[in-house]
């Protein structure tokens, strides 16, 4: 079985016909060879890639020494790409490559033939497989990882400083020639920069690149394959450069002399000027730090840095006073924050300045001596005592004078004042140290020509303790004394209480009443230690005869004066047992006395248990009755029918009296509707009066009123609510005319009263009044 196999691209393999006797190569040279089993001979296939001709591209043919040459034998191809990238010609064997292929997209393909004898259908040679390599071709440019790098580097680094590496690959095969050794050349960036050939480590090429010229720079990065030869392929990537600062430049102020004006009344803290030094520098390169060099206004002013501007910030520390010192010369100075020690030798790293401040003068309010004032006075001082004084003079050069009051605010009971003129403070009330032992009051100074210049000072008024309150017993003590009582027996320890405060503490002396002396059921015995013992003198008290005993105990204490008082102690009579514990006082014994039994007190307990109960139950039964419905049920339920009259009468003989009903509007009247506070008047007629009087015959009235009604409803501040107004008017046309006062003639011996008699029944009392003689009268 013979094999022939040609390929006309890079290496020839000639085809091998295997004989009995031997092998005849393609070169003439006759090989002997043992004839082996199997009748293929095979060799690797190698194809060209991106092959550009018009024909197909021949790969080799395949034959068997079986195949006699007249067709009777099929030759059949499977694997990868068969069919679609490669073919065989089943009579020939040749296999041709159908597309164009590339190896960056596969490198090698493995296939299966075989030959098959078309007459019986059986395979004249068993599945064997073989390979095409695809040979390599200079058909892909270098690509560098990324299309823009960035890096940075600082400024002023030395020439050969490593920047940033570059990397660029080469699709083709690295193992066949050229084609994928790659070679870095700069082509934009010089002389600044310069890449390495076979790294592409970036590295600077010049020194004493400073950032304050130039920041930013572009570089352009070749990448070249066949080891840059000519004829390779190439390409190209931009490196963006920026160099980063670092602190070599010191901070400098624009100016040599700054000049700030601030008042004299600015307040502690406030913002006197601002300063800012520049630096070419960024960020914490060129943060800065202030100080005041100079020995003046260090105690007075303070300069910091404002973090976020780097300006320096003059602030005060304590007040001024332009009548004290008008202007101020401090020496600033700047600095770098951080530095760095290579470039400290070029040139110094800070700066100075001069700062001129001027005070001006405001005018300001007077000004106390003093914080604050502490005053003393005894308790018993008399009104008008002079307790202390305060002093405030105006600062300013016009020297105001000064006037002095008490800011009632804070004294309401007016207890204190203040001379206006020289501050002399006096008390205009009478002290009570235990009542208030401290007042906290404010004085004000107010300029005499400006009001609205006024400071406050306080003072402090301590009241200082005068043994004016007699001591007493420090608390109520029910004190008993036993029926089986020895002589000497204490009965009760006393303590007394005063509300004084002496310096040197309370000491106080107990001793009984001389009064109480004569004949004394008990005595007092002083401990010397402001407690006294109350003993018993006698044997024997029976509370049958005596339920209780008064006990005077004066008490003195050590004051300047002495002041003492006279207390009581109530002492009762009790039965106690043989320890001396009390079984039965006073009260339990007075019902004894009265012949009470144990049942007769539990009887007297239940009739008023049952007197309790029955209170109770009554009082309940009237709630309940007072919870029946009401006369008038709805709250809408209100009527405007209150009428006020303020007629008095022709006495008890007025039978004719003027009828009230002819104040009332009839029209407005509802005939129909009836109260339901009353009886109704269907049931019950009212009485006729002999003599009525009708509205409508009162013309003058009406009139009256219904101006009156107009008034009121025209009335803007009138209630939106309907309201009751009253009037007094006594009508026109009246027989008697006016009876006012104010037309009567000033002497009532000028009157004559006699016509009273003629008016009738009415004025029947005035007339027995004012119409009879002055003989009448006297009689």
Partial sequence: ???????????????????????????GVDVLLRRSKRGWAWNQFYLMEEYTGDSLQYVGKLHSDQDPGDGSVRYVLIGDGAGDIFTIDPRSGDIHAVKRLDREERASYTLRARAVSNKTGRSLEDWTNFTIKIHDINDNEPKFTKAVYTASVPEMSDVGTSVLAVTANDADDLSYGNSARVVYSILEGQPYFSVEPHTGIIRTALSNMNRE??????????????????????????????????????????????????????????????????DADIG????????????????????????????????????????????????????????????????????????????????????????????????????????????????????????????????????????????????????????????????????????????????????????????SFAAVYETFVCENAKPGQMIQTISATDPDNPIGGHRFSFRLA????????????????????????????????????????VISDNGSPILSSTNTLTVRVCSCDRDGNMKLCSTDALALTAGLSTGALVAILLCVIILYMLSIVSIVTMVRQRKKEPLIISKEDVRDNVVSYNDEGGGEEDTQAFDIGTLRNPEAVEETKQRRDIIPETMYPPLRRPHPVKARDNADVRD?????????????????YDSLATYAYEGNGSVAESLSSLESLTSDAEQDYNYLSEWGPRFKKLADMYGGDESDKDS
């Fill in 704 to 720: 009256f009123i219904s101006q009156r009604l107009q008034d009121n409803d025209g009335d803007p501040t009138a209630p939106p």
């Fill in 514 to 553: 001389p009064e109480a002396s004569i004949k004394a059921n008990f005595t007092v015995r002083d401990n010397n230690n402001t407690t006294a013992m109350v003993l018993t003198l006698r044997n024997g008290y029976s509370r049958l005869q005596r339920s209780s005993y008064l006990v005077p105990v």
């Fill in 284 to 471: 914490k390169n060129a943060e800065m730090d202030y100080k005041i060099i100079s020995m003046e206004g260090q105690d007075v002013f303070n300069i910091s840095t404002n973090k976020a501007t780097q300006e320096g910030v003059i602030t005060l520390i304590k007040p001024l006073d332009y009548e004290s010192k008008k202007t101020y010369t401090i020496r600033i100075q700047v600095e770098n924050r951080y530095l760095d020690p290579r470039f400290l030798v070029m040139v110094p790293f800070h700066d100075t300045a001069m700062v001129k401040i001027i005070v001006e003068d405001v005018n300001e309010p007077p000004a106390f001596q003093r914080l604050a004032y502490v005053m003393e006075v005894s308790e018993n001082a008399p009104v008008g005592t002079i307790i202390g004084s305060v002093r405030a003079v105006d600062p300013d050069n016009n020297r105001s004078p000064v006037r002095y009051s008490i800011d009632r605010h804070t004294d309401m009971d007016r207890v204190f004042n203040v001379h206006p003129g020289n501050g002399s403070v006096f008390i205009q009330k009478q002290l009570d140290r235990e009542e208030q032992a401290w007042h906290n009051i404010s004085v004000k100074a107010e300029e005499f020509h400006d009001l609205n210049q006024v400071s406050r000072v306080p003072v402090y008024v301590r009241v200082l303790d005068v043994n004016d309150n007699p001591p």
């Fill in 213 to 278: 010229n130039r920041e930013h720079y572009q570089v352009v990065i070749q990448a070249k394959d066949m080891a840059g030869q000519m004829g390779g392929l190439s390409g190209t990537t931009t490196v963006s450069i920026t160099l980063s600062d670092v602190n070599d430049n010191p901070p400098r102020f624009p100016q040599g002399m700054y000049q700030f004006n601030v008042p004299e009344t600015a307040a502690p803290g406030s913002t006197v000027g601002v300063v800012h030094a520049t």
């Fill in 1 to 27: 079985l013979t094999l022939k196999l040609l390929i006309a691209v890079l290496r020839t393999i000639g085809g091998v016909r295997r004989g009995t006797e031997g092998i005849s190569g393609l070169y």
